[in-house]
């Protein structure tokens, strides 16, 4: 049974910084695509970063330079360093898991609050 648990979160100032946890267990991590996604209050869930193992992270533009996902194969974890952090990236943000390259993301974490105030 995978699971993906998320931590992290929290209310932080425009310009802070958070780290996000995403611990996984139940499937070979390694072999994963490591995704983080967000969905903020009335939109639709989007897109922030991925990470595979020995390749460059791709990310949303609204994060680049920003944001900074890495993975430590060893812990099963996955991790999103959030810097300068603006109120529009308040959002439940969620980690998931797929084995492609391309399609979609089976496993899905809970999700953790991330509120930034002005």
């Known amino acids: 049974q995978v699971q993906l648990v998320e931590s992290g979160g929290g209310l932080v100032q425009a310009g802070g910084s958070l780290r996000l946890s995403c611990a996984a267990s139940?499937?070979?991590?390694?072999?994963?695509?490591m995704g983080w996604f967000r969905q903020a209050p009335g939109k639709e869930r989007e897109f922030v970063a991925t990470a595979w193992s020995g390749s460059t992270p791709i990310y949303a533009d609204a994060v680049k330079g920003r944001f900074t996902v890495s993975r430590d194969n060893a812990k099963n974890t996955v991790y999103l360093q959030m810097n300068s952090l603006k109120p529009e990236d308040t959002a439940v943000y969620y980690c998931?898991?797929?084995?492609?390259?391309?399609?979609?993301?089976?496993?899905w974490g809970q999700g953790t609050q991330v509120t930034v105030s002005s």
């Open positions: 139940g499937l070979s991590f390694s072999n994963y695509y």
């Open positions: 998931a898991a797929r084995a492609h390259i391309n399609g979609d993301y089976p496993y």
